[in-house]
C-alpha cells in the first residue's frame, strides 16, 4: 500500500476546511460522530492541544475547534444522548482500541523483520 505524503500547506487547508465544516454542521452531535466515524470534534481538539506542545491547552483547542467556549456550544447545540447513540458510540470506540493494537502489532512485526527476504527465498536451494 503506498501513502502519498501532504505537504503542510495542503495538510493544513484541508484541516481548515474541516473545522468549517463542523462549525456549520451543529446539527450533528458528537455522539453520533463517534459512532459513525470514531472521532469527534472533542478528539479533534485533544488531537490538536496535544500537537501544539502545551501552546493550547485543552478548553484553547476546543474553542479553536467550536468557534466559541464548549460550554457555550454544549448548552446551545449538545442535546442528551440516547441509548442507541451511547451504544454505537461505545462500539465504535472498541474499534477504535482494537485498530491501535493492530496498529502497534503491525509495527512490532516490521520492526522484527529484516527488510529484505531472506537469502533462502531469494536463492533456491541455499
Not at 467550536?66 to 454505537?88: N, V
Not at 496498529?103 to 537469502?119: C, G, M, V
Request: aromatic share 6%; charged share 35%; proline share 5%.
Amino acid at each position: 500500500m503506498s501513502e502519498i505524503s501532504l505537504d503542510d500547506r495542503v495538510a493544513a487547508a484541508a484541516f481548515r476546511r474541516l473545522i468549517e465544516h463542523l462549525r456549520l454542521r451543529r446539527d450533528v452531535q458528537n455522539v453520533d460522530l463517534m459512532g459513525e466515524a470514531g472521532f469527534c470534534r472533542n478528539c479533534l481538539a485533544d488531537w490538536v492541544s496535544e500537537a501544539s506542545d502545551g501552546a493550547l491547552d485543552r478548553d484553547q483547542a476546543r474553542e479553536a475547534i467550536y468557534g466559541m467556549p464548549f460550554a457555550d456550544w454544549k448548552a446551545r447545540h449538545q442535546k442528551s444522548a440516547t441509548p442507541e447513540q451511547l451504544a454505537r458510540m461505545e462500539a465504535s470506540l472498541a474499534i477504535n482500541a482494537k485498530a491501535r493494537e493492530d496498529a502497534r502489532l503491525d509495527e512490532a512485526l516490521e520492526e522484527s523483520f529484516p527488510a529484505s527476504d531472506p537469502p533462502s527465498m531469494t536463492e533456491p536451494g541455499r
